[in-house]
């Protein structure tokens, strides 16, 4: 087993030049105004996991340098590529100028969703999540190609925003890897 210890895991500068010769893989990330700011740090870390080509911070979500970010983070802020839209739709707008035959998911309890391993996931594709209580906006729903969500089979109705998040991440690697 590999054990890092705090100074491993927080590398505080990132090399540039290392950082240019990633292969990054087609997917946006958009926080359509995500709150909690360990949750912020917490979806860079999987950003970074999964070489997700963009985070897209949403309205109210707080941006870098913020210092519960760059800790939950563990500096992967400075890794991954992000960038502050004013709305989830602004940063929909972006990501399909620059790709366009990118799917929008949207990851969210709605009577149009389907559970998350029924989808059919490939590259480009953008990923939104919402608000802790309030979920993805009603505007970014409908303009959405597609509604995922996590079955829920206890008590509790709904999972953490980046736990779902990284729950859907790996799903899209496992099929996406196994499709090429």
């Not at 790709?99 to 953008?126: C, G, H, M, T």
């Not at 079955?151 to 496992?174: A, H």
Request: glycine share 4%.
């Amino acid at each position: 087993m590999i054990k890092l210890n705090a100074k491993q895991l927080r590398i505080t500068e990132p090399d540039f030049e290392v950082k240019k010769t990633f292969k990054k893989n087609s997917i946006y990330v958009i926080l359509d105004n995500v709150l909690d700011t360990y949750n912020v740090g917490a979806i860079f870390r999987l950003a970074d996991a999964v070489a997700a080509e963009k985070v897209y911070l949403c309205g109210q979500t707080l941006t870098p340098p913020n210092h519960k970010i760059k800790k939950a983070s563990v500096n992967t802020w400075q890794w991954v590529d992000w960038e502050y839209a004013t709305s989830a739709i602004e940063a929909i707008a972006q990501v399909k100028s620059q790709k366009s035959k990118v799917k929008i998911i949207a990851v969210e309890q709605d009577k149009r969703s389907v559970p998350f391993y029924k989808a059919k996931f490939e590259f480009p594709l953008a990923l939104v999540v919402g608000h802790e209580s309030e979920g993805v906006s009603k505007d970014v729903l409908d303009m959405a190609d597609a509604i995922i969500e996590l079955p829920m089979w206890g008590i509790n109705k709904s999972l953490n925003v980046m736990v779902s998040l990284g729950i859907v991440l790996y799903e899209v690697m496992r099929t996406v890897d196994n499709e090429q």
